[in-house]
């Protein structure tokens, strides 16, 4: 059974910074695509940034370019979201998200597993 579980999330100020990780576990050689979403109340999800389990390619929504790096440790089955200047907007619920199959990576109907969330609240 796949497991994903998030952690890193908490209070900022405007202008800070923030380091999400996802903990992966379970059949985790398989896994192709990792990705962020986040969703504000009364908003859709939306995606942060994708990133490739077998050559770490990266891929961002044009919005999410700049601010927001994604990254993995294979060794630790890690994935991470860097989050820099961060925004009131920017407070959200954070989740993780995990593939074996392709297509757009944008879309939340595309990867199989979840993780729980890690809440974000970025304060001005």
């Known amino acids: 059974q796949v497991q994903l579980v998030e952690s890193g999330g908490g209070s900022v100020q405007a202008g800070g910074s923030l380091r999400l990780s996802c903990a992966v576990s379970?059949?985790?050689?398989?896994?192709?695509?990792t990705a962020w979403f986040r969703q504000a109340p009364g908003k859709e999800r939306e995606c942060v940034a994708s990133i490739s389990g077998f050559g770490g390619n990266t891929y961002y929504p044009d919005s999410m370019k700049g601010r927001f790096t994604i990254s993995q440790d294979n060794v630790k089955d890690t994935v991470y979201l860097q989050m820099d200047s961060l925004k009131p907007e920017d407070t959200a619920m954070y989740y993780c998200?995990?593939?074996?199959?392709?297509?757009?990576?944008?879309?939340?109907?595309?990867?199989?597993?979840w993780g729980q969330g890690t809440q974000v609240t970025v304060s001005s």
């Open positions: 379970g059949w985790t050689y398989w896994r192709i695509y």
């Open positions: 998200a995990a593939t074996r199959d392709g297509g757009n990576l944008f879309l939340q109907s595309t990867y199989t597993y």
